[in-house]
């Protein structure tokens, strides 16, 4: 298995209802952090992300439909640095996600998502 980018003190969420069935983007997350957890429910990823330790740094991806309803509950946990909203839509989906500011990227491309977590992630070292 290839070295992981991201620094160990991070760990990538993705919550998404089809996340079990992105088999291969899910394997490309995998190349950029060892610690990945995926959910298929809004309020398993909740609770989980409410049982981390403050200090813990955790980096979400959602989808569009889903983060519109989940990304107000959980945005002013102290555990999450950022979220990204991975998308077919990303106009509709600008407009709902300017109201936050963890949000760092609304996309519609994989490839452009991983980049932008890499680029924001040197950014916190």
Not at 103 to 114: E, Q, R, S
């Amino acid at each position: 298995m290839a070295v992981a980018l991201l620094n160990s003190k991070y760990s990538l969420i993705w919550s998404d209802s089809t996340v079990l069935k992105n088999v291969e983007l899910r394997q490309q997350l995998e190349k950029l952090s060892q610690n990945v957890r995926v959910f298929e429910d809004e309020q398993q990823c909740a609770h989980f992300i409410q049982s981390k330790s403050k200090s813990d740094r955790l980096i979400l991806i959602t989808n569009g439909r889903l983060g519109e309803n989940f990304i107000p509950k959980i945005h002013f946990l102290q555990q999450i640095l950022s979220i990204y909203v991975y998308c077919r839509h990303q106009q509709i989906h600008q407009q709902w996600a300017k109201r936050f500011t963890k949000i760092k990227g609304v996309v519609v491309d994989f490839t452009d998502l991983l980049h932008r977590i890499r680029i924001d992630h040197v950014e916190f070292e």
